[in-house]
Nanobody
Framework: QVQLLESGGGWVQPGGSLRLSCTAS????????MAWYRQAPGKERALVAR???????EYAASVQGRFTISRDNAKKTVYLQMNSLKPDDTAVYYC?????????WGKGTLITVSA
């Protein structure tokens, strides 16, 4: 079973930047998707960005142009660079990996964007 450990959450002012990291307990093949989801208070968990080998990264419309997902397969890590953060980006961010048809989740890291 894959275990995922997220880091990089915290508080930031509107317009600021943060980078999230998520490291897997085992090697994830490049063809297997790694992704970030988020869940804001009172809302359902939703896809933020996803990356897999051989395809362009996918982004939610609300973060397109502001967030960048990347991965380092050698380090078993996926990153989410978040720029121009807005209060609406406040949420718990979850790392996700799909492997052999199974989905694995991290415990989540809280991002708070406020003045």
């Amino acid at each position: 079973q894959v275990q995922l450990l997220e880091s990089g959450g915290g508080w930031v002012q509107p317009g600021g930047s943060l980078r999230l990291s998520c490291t897997a307990s085992e090697t994830i093949l490049s063809r297997d998707p790694m992704a970030w989801y988020r869940q804001a208070p009172g809302k359902e968990r939703a896809l933020v960005a996803r990356i897999r080998g051989g395809r362009d990264p996918e982004y939610a419309a609300s973060v397109q142009g502001r967030f960048t997902i990347s991965r380092d397969n050698a380090k078993k890590t996926v990153y989410l660079q978040m720029n121009s953060l807005k209060p609406d980006d406040t949420a718990v961010y979850y790392c996700n990996v799909q492997e052999n048809g199974l989905k694995y989740w991290g415990k989540g890291t809280l991002i708070t964007v406020s003045a």
